[in-house]
């Protein structure tokens, strides 16, 4: 099982470089990766597996970030409105591609984490607030998937790390909460 001693730190030069795009087929290696990576998020949310393993909440996880450079993405998204109710979005997402996005912009008013980052970095991380992304699934099929607000936010901090890009590195230097006025700030 992935556990916080597989994920990579900031200064890791794997984190800043462009991950390669993945052969389709999937391999039964890439296949393997995308559903640890996936199982590591869904352990990571629960309560009893997080305090015995010792792992950081996780929404979404990209393989560079387990010194995998390749285009692999998992995302569990919990939908936190009804207990027990499925996730928002609970997938694996090989090579992914923004096809296209809004004008429109948003960020998350508290800001967002990383497992790579062992360090609070305030500021709000200014991003598109929709997005259509094409991408292989675990299956080897090929979808086009829209997203909004959180889960697209979720979504590009994961395709940033597949780019090198940290999140910190979308964040105002001099004022770190500025927002242009017509930016969503999401609760
Ligand atoms: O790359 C993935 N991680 O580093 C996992 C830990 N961070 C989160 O779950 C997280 C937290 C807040 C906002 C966003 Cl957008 C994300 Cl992604
Ligand atoms: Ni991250």
Redesign the pocket.
Known sequence: MITMNDVIREGHPTLRAVAKEVPIPLSDEDVALGKDMLQFLKNSQDPELAEKYKLR??????AP?LDVSKRIIALEIPNTETEGADPILSTVMYNPKIVSHSVQQAC?DEG?????VDRPVPGYVIRQARITVRYTDINGDTQKARFKNYTA??VQ??ID?LNGIMFYDHINEKNPFFAPEDVLILG
């Open positions: 909440g996780g929404v979404g996880l990209a970030q998350l967002e984490g990383c497992l790579s936010i979720v901090h994961e790390h």
